[in-house]
C-alpha cells in the first residue's frame, strides 16, 4: 500500500469494496438532509467527502457510523448489510469513528481513554468481572502496555496520568486518534478532524491518518481543509443537497463544473 | 451516651448502603437519580412484610410471614432490584440528563402515590408495624448489647458492599461504566452499549438501597409513608455532594458529615419559637446542611474526597493530590504540542 493511500490499480479491480452505501436517504421532519446518496469506499484507501455546509456530510458519516438511522436505501460493510446495526454492533465489527469536536472522557485520564478501547468488551461483562478476575487481570496488564505504547506514539505518553478534560483542545484530538488507532479498525470514520486545529498539529493529524493507513486500515474523511484532503485521499467524494454529484481524485474535482459551481467556486485550493 | 452514639451510629451505617447506591447511579454512570428513596421504601416494607407476619385486623398488609431477617433482606433486594429493572429498561433507554432525573422524579411520586393510598399493600398512612427486632430471639442481649451488636452487623454487612463495589470500580466495567457517563456517544463509538451498562448501574445501586432500606426497619420496627419525604433525597443528593461524587470512600465520609450536621446542628443553638409556640429548631437542620452543600458546591465542587484517579506508574504526573477535577473547571487551553514528538 502506498503511503499517500492510493490503492494499486490491480488490488482495487479485485479486492471487494469495504463500504458501499446504495441510495440511503434521512429526513428530519420536512428536511432531506440525505437524499438517495451512493458512495463507494474501497479497501484499504483514504477516501475523501467533501461539500459545502449542510450537503449532508456528517448526516451521511452518522448513517454509516449507526447514530443516525437511515429511511431508506442500503449500506454495506465487508460485504454485510449494516442498516439496521446498532451503533456500538457496528463499532464492536471494525468501524470506528471520530466526532466534529474531539470526545474525550474528560473524568478518566489520557491513559484509561485508550485503556477502554484497548480493553476487550468481553472482560466488562459482570459475571467474569467476579469470577474470572484473574483472566481480567492478565487481560488488562496487556491492554495497559498497548495502551502506554499507543500514547508514545502519539506523543502524548508524559500526559498519560492527566485528566482529559484538562488536555488542550489539539491534545484531545490526538487521544482520539490514538484511541482509534489502538482498536485495530477495519474502516475508520473521521469527521472534520482539522476542524480548530493549528498547522502544526494539523501535519501531524496527517502524518497519522497517513501512519493508520499504512497499518492497512482504511479512512473516510469529512473535511473543509482541501489541501489537507488532497496529501490523503486518492479519491474524493463530492455531496451537495444530500447527494453526491460528483466522485474522482482532487484534481478532477478542481475541473468540474458542477463541484466547482456548487462548492469549489473561482477560488485557488 | 453510649446509646446515643451507637444509635447515631446505627442509623448513619444504614444510610450509607443508600448513598453508594446513589453514587453508583449517579457518580458511576452519570444518572442523577432522584427516586433513590422509593428504593430505600420498598427494600423496607418488603423486610417489613417478611418478618412482621400477619396483619391483625382492621390493618391490612400482602405476605405477612415471619421469615428470618436475612431471607427478609434478600427478598428486599430482589424486589429492589426487580423494581429498578423494570424502571431502568423503561427510562433509561431513551431518557439522559435532566429528563431522566423528572423521570426518576415521577416514578417516586407514583410509588409513593401507590404505596399511601393502595390498603391491602402495605397498610396506607398505619404502615407496617410489628417488626420484631432482628435475630431478637437467638440472642439474649440487654438493649444496649443489641444495638451494639447490630451496629457491627450492619458494619459487617457494609463492608461486604464495599468491597463488591471497589471491585466493580477497579473493573474494567466501572471504567467503561464512568466513560459511558463522561460522553456515551463516544463510548458507543467504541461499542459499549450504553444503555445495558446503565442499566446493570442501576439495578445494583437500587438492590443495595434496599438492602439499606431492609436494615433501616430493622432499627425502626415499623415503616410509613410519613418515613420518606423529599428532604431524605434531598440529604442523600447532599451527601454525595458533599463527601465527593463518584469516590466510594468520600459518599462514606459525606453521609457522616451530613448525619452529624443534622443530628448535631441544633444542640448549640437556641430554641426557635414557632408561631404557634412549637419549637422549630429542627428547620435550622436543613439549614445548616443546606449552607454546607453551598460552601462545597462554592469552594470543593468535586467534593471532599475527588473521584479517584488511576495513576500509570509511579513517575507520573506530578499533579496535587487537591488539583480540581476538570469536569467542573476545564483548564485554559494551552497547546504545548510543537514541543512533544511527532507520533
Redesign the interface.
Known amino acids: 500500500m502506498s503511503s499517500n493511500g492510493a490503492v494499486p490499480a490491480d488490488s482495487r479491480a479485485t479486492a471487494p469494496p469495504i463500504l458501499e452505501v446504495q441510495a440511503v436517504s434521512k429526513s428530519f421532519g420536512g428536511l432531506k438532509a440525505v437524499s438517495d446518496c451512493s458512495l463507494v469506499v474501497e479497501a484499504g484507501s483514504v477516501t475523501g467527502l467533501i461539500g459545502p455546509n449542510g450537503a449532508g456530510k456528517s448526516t451521511l458519516l452518522g448513517m454509516i ?1 449507526g ?1 443516525v438511522p437511515t429511511d431508506a436505501g442500503k449500506i454495506r460493510f465487508r460485504g454485510e448489510e449494516i442498516q439496521n446495526l ?4 457496528r ?2 465489527i471494525g468501524l ?4 466534529q469536536a474531539a ?7 489520557a ?3 485508550v ?3 484497548t ?1 476487550p ?1 468481553a ?4 459475571v467474569r ?2 469470577m474470572a ?1 484473574r483472566n ?1 487481570r492478565g487481560g ?1 496488564n496487556a491492554a ?1 502496555a498497548r495502551a ?1 505504547e499507543v500514547l508514545g ?4 505518553d ?9 488536555l ?4 484531545k484530538r ?1 487521544l482520539e ?3 482509534i488507532a489502538s ?1 485495530e479498525p477495519k474502516l475508520v470514520l473521521l469527521d472534520e478532524p482539522q476542524a480548530g486545529v ?1 498547522p ?2 494539523g501535519d ?1 493529524m496527517a ?2 491518518v497517513e ?1 493508520m493507513n499504512s497499518r492497512g486500515i482504511t479512512v473516510l474523511i469529512v473535511e473543509h481543509n482541501l489541501p489537507f484532503v488532497e496529501r490523503l485521499c486518492a479519491r474524493v467524494n463530492v455531496m451537495q443537497l444530500g447527494t453526491t454529484i460528483a466522485t474522482g481524485t482532487m484534481a478532477e474535482m478542481r475541473e468540474h463544473p458542477e463541484v466547482i459551481d456548487a462548492y469549489l467556486g473561482d477560488v485557488d485550493v | 451516651m453510649t446509646q446515643y452514639v451507637t444509635s447515631f451510629l446505627e442509623v448513619g451505617v444504614v444510610f450509607m448502603f443508600f448513598t453508594i447506591g446513589l453514587n453508583i447511579r449517579w457518580g458511576w454512570a452519570g444518572d442523577l437519580d432522584l427516586s433513590v428513596f422509593s428504593y430505600v421504601a420498598v427494600g423496607a416494607y418488603i423486610t417489613a412484610v417478611f418478618t412482621a407476619g400477619r396483619a391483625v385486623p382492621p390493618d391490612e398488609w400482602i405476605i405477612g410471614v415471619r421469615w428470618p431477617f436475612l431471607v427478609a433482606l434478600l427478598a428486599a433486594m430482589i424486589v429492589g432490584a426487580v423494581l429498578s429493572l423494570l424502571f431502568g429498561m423503561l427510562a433509561l433507554r431513551r431518557l439522559r440528563g435532566d429528563y431522566f432525573a423528572i423521570g426518576s422524579l415521577c416514578f417516586t411520586l407514583i410509588v409513593y402515590a401507590v404505596i399511601s393510598q393502595v390498603l391491602p399493600l402495605f397498610d396506607s398512612f398505619q404502615g407496617v408495624t410489628g417488626v420484631p427486632q432482628p435475630f431478637e430471639g437467638a440472642l439474649k442481649l440487654s438493649q444496649n448489647g443489641y444495638d451494639i451488636f447490630y451496629l457491627v452487623f450492619s458494619i459487617a454487612i457494609l463492608a461486604v458492599v464495599y468491597v463488591f463495589t471497589q471491585h466493580i470500580y477497579r473493573s474494567p466495567f466501572g471504567r467503561s461504566l464512568r466513560a459511558i457517563r463522561d460522553d456515551p456517544d463516544a463510548a458507543t463509538a467504541f461499542g459499549r452499549n450504553v444503555y445495558v451498562s446503565k442499566l446493570k448501574a442501576y439495578v445494583i445501586g437500587g438492590m443495595l438501597a434496599s438492602l439499606g432500606g431492609g436494615l433501616y426497619v430493622g432499627i425502626l420496627g415499623t415503616w410509613n409513608p410519613f418515613a420518606w419525604s423529599s428532604s431524605e433525597t434531598f440529604l442523600l443528593l447532599c451527601a454525595v455532594l458533599i463527601g465527593g461524587i463518584a469516590n466510594t470512600k468520600g459518599v462514606l465520609l459525606g453521609t457522616f458529615i451530613v448525619m452529624v450536621a443534622l443530628t448535631e446542628a441544633t444542640r448549640y443553638i437556641p430554641a426557635l419559637p414557632g408561631p404557634n409556640g412549637q419549637d422549630d429548631s429542627e428547620a435550622i437542620q436543613y439549614i445548616v446542611v443546606a449552607l454546607l452543600i453551598m460552601a462545597v458546591l462554592r469552594w470543593r465542587p468535586q467534593g471532599i474526597l475527588p473521584e479517584k484517579r488511576d495513576r500509570d506508574g509511579v513517575a507520573g504526573s506530578g499533579i496535587p493530590r487537591w488539583r480540581p477535577q476538570v469536569l467542573l473547571a476545564e483548564r485554559r487551553d494551552h497547546d504545548s504540542l510543537a514541543e512533544s514528538p511527532k507520533p
Open positions: 457510523s447514530f446498532s451503533a456500538h454492533r463499532s464492536r470506528v469513528r471520530s466526532f470526545r474525550v472522557w474528560a473524568g478518566l485520564t491513559l484509561e481513554n485503556l477502554v478501547a480493553t468488551i472482560d466488562e461483562s459482570f468481572t467476579f478476575w481480567i488488562q495497559r502506554r506514539e502519539f506523543g502524548l508524559h500526559m498519560r496520568n492527566e485528566l482529559a478534560g484538562t488542550s483542545g489539539g491534545q490526538l486518534f490514538a484511541r482498536t493549528n502544526v498539529l501531524r502524518d497519522a501512519n
